[in-house]
T-cell receptor
Framework: DTGVSQNPRHKITKRGQNVTFRCDPI?????LYWYRQTLGQGPEFLTYFQNEAQLEKSRLLSDRFSAERPKGSFSTLEIQRTEQGDSAMYLC??????????????FGEGSRLTVL | AQSVTQLGSHVSVSEGALVLLRCNYS??????LFWYVQYPNQGLQLLLKYTSAATLVKGINGFEAEFKKSETSFHLTKPSADMSDAAEYFC????????????FGTGTRLTIIP
């Protein structure tokens, strides 16, 4: 169990560019969550998957944001035409609906996005 | 809808002193409550969780929290602060067990004074 892995850890981009973040969850976890955390705030829910199905999206997730989990394993979060307001830490977390740790989220270290 | 309010964005305590981090919740249904800790450059880590089994919940690293329905509170305590406790702490709530769509508070940064 190597934990939840996120790449890249840091991304600096210019406004208008597209960026993609990748999350590799704990291998046996069937749920995967994306959160966003801005300075001085707690994490805010963006979306989550159970296996490959995207079950819920927050209203925070504008049309410029898209998330996928094509084979029920890793997930990508793409932001198109980035804006300065997208600057934040993007957190990925995974969980299992079975076993002793049901209900517990395991977080990655996050991917920090800076839009210039 | 659920929400949590963390009173005090910054708390400083002396090493060896009591740690008290405050969290009040709002929920129209019985809540499930969590405390997470975030060390610098690390991911959030679960400290403890309240799932209605017991009102006093013990977690890792000597932390505990007590669920008080009458006060809608879930404050985090530790009898004796250690330098390694310096971190940011987040309270979170969800409405149903197994639903990890958590609503987080704004966090409390804990500083330990030697």
């Amino acid at each position: 169990d190597t934990g939840v892995s996120q790449n890249p850890r840091h991304k600096i981009t210019k406004r208008g560019q597209n960026v993609t973040f990748r999350c590799d969850p704990i291998s046996e976890h069937n749920r995967l969550y994306w959160y966003r955390q801005t300075l001085g705030q707690g994490p805010e829910f963006l979306t989550y998957f159970q296996n490959e199905a995207q079950l819920e999206k927050s209203r925070l997730l504008s049309d410029r944001f898209s998330a996928e989990r094509p084979k029920g394993s890793f997930s990508t979060l793409e932001i198109q035409r980035t804006e300065q307001g997208d600057s934040a830490m993007y957190l990925c977390a995974s969980s299992s609906t079975t076993g002793t740790n049901t209900g517990e989220l395991f977080f990655g270290e996050g991917s920090r996005l800076t839009v210039l | 809808a659920q929400s949590v309010t963390q009173l005090g964005s910054h708390v400083s305590v002396s090493e060896g002193a009591l740690v008290l981090l405050r969290c009040n919740y709002s929920s129209s249904v019985p809540p499930y409550l969590f405390w997470y800790v975030q060390y610098p450059n690390q991911g959030l880590q679960l400290l403890l969780k309240y799932t209605s089994a017991a009102t006093l919940v013990k977690g890792i690293n000597g932390f505990e929290a007590e669920f008080k329905k009458s006060e809608t509170s879930f404050h985090l305590t530790k009898p004796s602060a250690d330098m390694s406790d310096a971190a940011e702490y987040f309270c979170a709530v969800t409405s149903s067990w197994g639903n990890e769509k958590l609503t987080f508070g704004t966090g409390t940064r804990l500083t330990i004074i030697p």
